[in-house]
């Protein structure tokens, strides 16, 4: 079973940048596409940022030109830097493969607020 584990959300405002880390407890981030997914209150959890093991990325269109995705082979660890932080951003955000696995971390919360 493979453990999540997010780091590094917090309140912010508007504007405002956040990096976001993810460890996993073995080595899943160089063979899997990681994602990071969140989820904003009463609202389903979805994928917004991925990296394939070759290195390509993909995000939804709300925040493309602003969230950046990354990994550390060697830490098993995935990254997610968030810039130009907006109201919508608000959520827990959590990372896993994608397709997930079916064991979650808790979650880290972002919250950006005025």
């Known amino acids: 079973q493979v453990h999540l584990v997010e780091s590094g959300g917090g309140l912010v405002q508007p504007g405002e940048s956040l990096r976001l880390s993810c460890a996993a407890s073995r080595n899943i981030v160089k063979i899997n596409t990681m994602g990071w997914y969140r989820q904003a209150l009463g609202k389903e959890r979805e994928l917004v940022a991925k990296?394939?093991?070759?290195?390509?990325?993909d995000y939804i269109d709300p925040v493309k030109g602003r969230f950046t995705i990354s990994r550390d082979n060697a830490k098993t660890m995935v990254y997610l830097q968030m810039n130009s932080l907006k109201l919508e951003d608000t959520a827990v955000y959590y990372c896993?493969?994608?397709?997930?696995?079916?064991?979650w971390g808790q979650g880290t919360q972002v919250t950006v607020s005025s």
């Open positions: 896993n493969a994608a397709p997930a696995f079916n064991s």
């Open positions: 990296i394939f093991p070759d290195g390509f990325t």
